[in-house]
């Protein structure tokens, strides 16, 4: 079964660029990665979906390579208020060929002042 | 409502005692999925039901965890005798289809005393 790998944490300043990379071996061939951030007493919210190369929207870019075995999320000129905790999310296959959304464990950024 | 909307936000119940949490997912999302997290932990997939198929039940961690979703909208998710370890936020999230663009509720924070 698949494995979602990402950094625990991480710690940047305000205004700096972000990358948070996260390896997913055995990711299913026709499967979204996707990117969730989540604030204390909160639940997770979606950030961005890609397939593959790159997608970007308002809020971050998604780098995807050639064999999508791993993704960085890129989150430009990071202000206090995005610490946070930042997953990924992948879809696979299990040994019975069931498919499965599979969570990584989280990367806690802190942004400093 | 335009969300998710999970009931109770809080529940403290005695050990032994059975709990029923709700979730409202967003009007004609066919996806609901239940997830379980722990203090500064990961989210714990608890169950998934896409529209008439039988739900993946694979992440209940025993036979007193069980859910149900009617009508193809709410959903209930039931914990019988509740233990202390059953203490966490239950997440509930819906989406058009698996691994499309998932919105949570805010969370159903069960303590077990």
């Known amino acids: 079964l698949a494995k979602t790998t990402q950094p625990i944490s991480m710690d940047s300043y305000e205004g700096q660029e972000v990358n948070i990379t996260c390896s997913h071996n055995?990711?299913?061939?026709?499967?979204?990665i996707t990117w969730y951030q989540q604030f204390p007493s909160q639940g997770p919210r979606f950030i961005i979906q890609g397939y593959k190369t790159k997608v970007t929207n308002e809020v971050a870019s998604l780098f995807i390579p050639a064999d999508r075995k791993s993704s960085t999320l890129s989150l430009p000129r990071v202000s206090l208020s995005d610490t946070a905790v930042y997953y990924c999310l992948v879809g696979a296959f299990d040994a019975g060929n069931n498919r499965k959304l599979i969570w990584g464990l989280g990367t806690s950024l802190a942004v400093n002042p | 409502g335009a969300g998710v909307s999970q009931s109770p936000s809080n529940k403290v119940t005695e050990k032994g005692k059975d709990v029923e949490l709700r979730c409202d997912p967003i009007s004609g999302h066919t996806a609901l999925y239940w997830y379980r997290q722990s203090l500064g932990q990961g989210l714990e997939f608890l169950i998934y039901?896409?529209?008439?198929?039988?739900?993946?039940k694979s992440g209940l961690p025993s036979d007193r965890f069980s859910a149900e979703r009617t009508g193809g909208s709410v959903s209930t998710l039931t914990i019988q005798r509740t233990q202390q370890e059953d203490s966490a936020v239950y997440l509930c999230a819906s989406s058009f289809r698996m691994n499309t663009e998932a919105f949570f509720g805010q969370g159903t924070r069960l303590t077990v005393v």
């Open positions: 055995n990711i299913a061939t026709n499967d979204y």
């Open positions: 039901f896409q529209g008439n198929s039988a739900p993946d």
